[in-house]
């Protein structure tokens, strides 16, 4: 018999398709009543797609963001505020990775825009209600629906340029929001066939872009498992895996991708085993025996780095992490104290794989 549960679904418009961003000026149209001009931000990657847009968003177009950092600098927060509210912005177009969409984010939680996300990465962020923000080294994040883009607009032609080591770290990404959505205390069986889809895409679609970065049907079928991916974490929340990377991330500047590549393997190693149904249901997707050694094989496969040692990390920072951390008594389905979270950090840090039982 099926156990009760409850499943908060998100509501997001999601136009699929290559050619899509020439359907942004109408989708802006669609926010409703009282939108008019957009604050454009966009990724330098994409500078190019973006000029076109800005062209094309007409009298829509009230002003531009081109600077943008990852994990969202509290400095750069401000002033993309300010920017907005110069320019008299009704609503924002965010084109770009994750840390485009988490500007823009940034200026919603504060003045309650609508957004309209163009993701070219595969970070799922567009597909959430988290939002970020680094101050002097701390990320704090936080969950709030005025944060959610109100349309997702994903096109593939976007993307068939993406470099193939941006696009592997990218899909490391998107496969720890399939993994996290299976262990946190709010996962439920929708979010766990969510993911799984999620996951079946997104290895599929990884690996015919690892012997043609170009294919179009595989960047359509990574942006369609990147979806599943950030709506099955929007749904669950996030645990322990997503909590170390943020930590990683603000206090030591690591890349968010890569460090997601290089802790999930060893996350997984601990709390896969307390959810032994959804763990079966995700090797089935990833055709492996084992999902946490499954997961780093395919990142070695993929050239991610698996190691925080190769992100610039120090074996002290690890533990150094490890004890910050475990102060804050972090709720998982496995118990976890300094001596578990110092162990999985140290193998991270060394890009262990990860085989055995934690002790």
């Known amino acids: ?6 499943h908060v679904g998100l509501p997001s418009r999601i136009v ?44 829509r177009f009230a002003g531009r963001i081109d600077e943008v950092r990852q994990h969202v600098p509290a400095e750069r927060a401000e002033a993309a505020r300010a920017k907005a509210i110069e320019v008299g912005a009704h609503g924002i177009v965010a084109i770009g990775g994750g840390s485009a969409i988490g500007l823009a984010k940034a200026i919603a939680l504060t003045s309650g825009l609508p957004i309209i996300a163009v993701p070219t990465t595969y970070a799922g962020s567009e597909m959430t209600p988290v939002w970020g923000q680094t101050t ?24 068939h340029r993406l470099p193939l080591k941006v696009t592997t770290a990218s899909v490391a990404n998107a496969l720890a929001h399939c993994v996290e ?3 946190t205390p709010k996962a439920d069986p929708i979010t766990e066939v969510t993911a799984v889809e999620g996951a079946r895409a997104l290895r599929e679609g990884l690996l015919v872009v690892l012997g043609n970065r170009s294919d ?8 369609y498992g990147a979806c599943l991916a950030g709506s099955a974490l929007a749904s669950a929340g996030t645990g322990l895996h997503h909590k170390l990377c943020h930590l990683l991330g603000g206090a030591y500047n690591l890349p968010h991708a890569e460090t997601h590549a290089a802790v ?11 959810v ?47 004890r910050k951390f475990a102060a804050s008594k972090p709720d998982n389905p496995v118990p976890v ?4 979270l110092t162990e999985v950090l140290i193998r991270a840090w060394a890009g262990e794989r990860p085989e055995g039982v934690v002790r």
């Open 16 to 59: 699929l398709g290559a050619g899509a961003l020439d359907r942004v000026p109408d989708e802006v149209d669609l926010l409703g009543i009282g939108i008019g001009k957009v604050l454009l931000i966009a990724t330098k990657a994409v500078r190019g797609d973006a000029d076109l847009l800005e062209v094309a968003l007409g009298d």
């Open 337 to 340: 104290d300094e001596e578990i």
């Open 181 to 183: 959505a299976l262990w």
């Open 216 to 223: 179009l049907e595989a960047r359509s079928n990574l942006l």
């Open 276 to 322: 032994p149904r959804a763990k079966a249901r995700l090797e089935a997707a990833l055709e492996t025996d084992d999902l946490a050694t499954g997961l780093f094989d395919l990142f070695v496969k993929s050239g991610v780095p698996t190691s925080l040692r190769e992100l610039g990390l120090t074996e002290q920072q690890a533990v150094e992490a490890a």
């Open 264 to 274: 999930l393997p060893q996350v997984t190693r601990l709390n896969a085993p307390a």
């Open 136 to 159: 002097d080294g701390d990320k704090a994040t936080g969950t709030d629906p005025i944060v959610l883009p109100k349309t997702v607009v994903y096109d593939p032609l976007l993307s």
């Open 1 to 6: 018999m099926l156990e009760g549960f409850v």
